[in-house]
């Protein structure tokens, strides 16, 4: 089992930056890939950036040119860097850890909230 901690969320203003981060611990070995998703009031949990254990990388392309996932395998930690932040970025964002075999585990979620 993974268990997966987040911390980095807030309050920020549009056009302003946020740095998520999700530690790892555990069974580290049987994670594939680790991605963060958010969930807005009333919508469902989408996907915002994805970054396999090979290092292949994909994002959503509403956070194109604006966030990036990163990791440090000696921290066992992955990282978002949220910059230019709009209204519409406002969610709980989760961190995910994707086995091997099937299923993953989600972080507890953390709030990130643009003012504008």
């Known amino acids: 089992q993974v268990q997966l901690v987040e911390s980095g969320g807030g309050l920020v203003q549009a056009g302003g930056s946020l740095r998520l981060s999700c530690t790892a611990s555990?069974?580290?070995?049987?994670?594939?890939?680790m991605g963060w998703y958010r969930q807005a009031p009333g919508k469902q949990r989408e996907l915002v950036a994805r970054?396999?254990?090979?290092?292949?990388?994909n994002y959503s392309d509403s956070v194109k040119g604006r966030f990036t996932i990163s990791r440090d395998n000696a921290k066992n930690t992955v990282y978002l860097q949220m910059n230019s932040l709009k209204p519409e970025d406002t969610a709980v964002y989760y961190c995910?850890?994707?086995?091997?075999?099937?299923?993953?585990?989600w972080g507890q979620g953390t709030q990130v909230t643009v003012s504008s």
């Open positions: 555990g069974s580290i070995f049987s994670i594939n890939a």
């Open positions: 970054i396999t254990r090979g290092g292949s990388i």
């Open positions: 995910n850890a994707e086995y091997f075999s099937s299923g993953g585990t």
